[in-house]
């Protein structure tokens, strides 16, 4: 395997990690905006009230995505393994 090979393959690597963890990523920081506005409104700073919104936003989105995550790492991983038999 090649140097170009090597550097196209992490590419799609962090490329695919970033695709799949990205939804999560965003609806835990959307929550956690709101929670944090909110707590800043009506002056209340309780740690769980932060922590279980953005728990269940978490779940939510893997729950909802969950199969669509499974697909892209599943194609990946089978891109990886059929590559591992390719001579360079």
């Known amino acids: 395997m ?3 090979d090597l550097l196209n393959l992490s590419k799609t690597v962090l490329v695919s990690a970033t695709l799949v963890s990205m ?3 965003v609806a835990v920081g959307a929550v956690g ?3 944090s506005l909110v707590q800043a409104l009506t002056q209340v700073q309780e740690q ?3 922590f279980v919104p953005k728990l269940l936003a978490g ?3 893997v729950l ?3 199969s669509w995550m ?4 599943t194609d990946l991983a089978v891109m990886l393994l059929g ?3 390719t001579p360079s």
């Open 2 to 4: 090649g140097e170009l």
């Open 23 to 25: 939804p999560i990523l």
């Open 33 to 35: 905006l709101v929670v």
């Open 48 to 50: 769980s009230l932060s």
């Open 59 to 61: 779940v939510g989105t």
């Open 64 to 66: 909802a995505l969950g």
């Open 70 to 73: 499974l697909t892209v790492l």
């Open 83 to 85: 590559s591992l038999g």
